[in-house]
């Protein structure tokens, strides 16, 4: 299986939403799900950005779904 990384996002949700895409994620209901890869997250996940509820909230509806490495 192949990983993609992402650190330190720091409260940016919009940055990892345009990020998550760039991979070649796509959202479905709220929900980034790649078809081959999941991602691991590694770093602050918020700390200082504007949307630390929005990162919070890909996030755990990614782990929720099973896009996530180590769930």
């Known amino acids: 299986?192949?990983?993609?990384?992402i650190g330190d996002i720091h409260g940016c949700a919009d940055s990892l939403q345009v990020l998550l895409r760039k991979l070649g994620y796509?959202?479905?209901n709220g929900?980034?799900?790649h078809?081959?890869?999941k991602a691991a997250f590694l770093g602050d996940f918020i700390d200082r950005g504007p949307d630390q509820l929005g990162v919070l909230d890909t996030v755990r509806a990614m782990t929720d779904a099973g896009?996530?490495?180590?769930?």
């Open 35 to 37: 078809p081959a890869r």
């Open 1 to 5: 299986m192949v990983w993609d990384i």
């Open 67 to 71: 896009s996530i490495v180590g769930r």
């Open 26 to 28: 796509v959202s479905s």
């Open 31 to 33: 929900v980034y799900r």
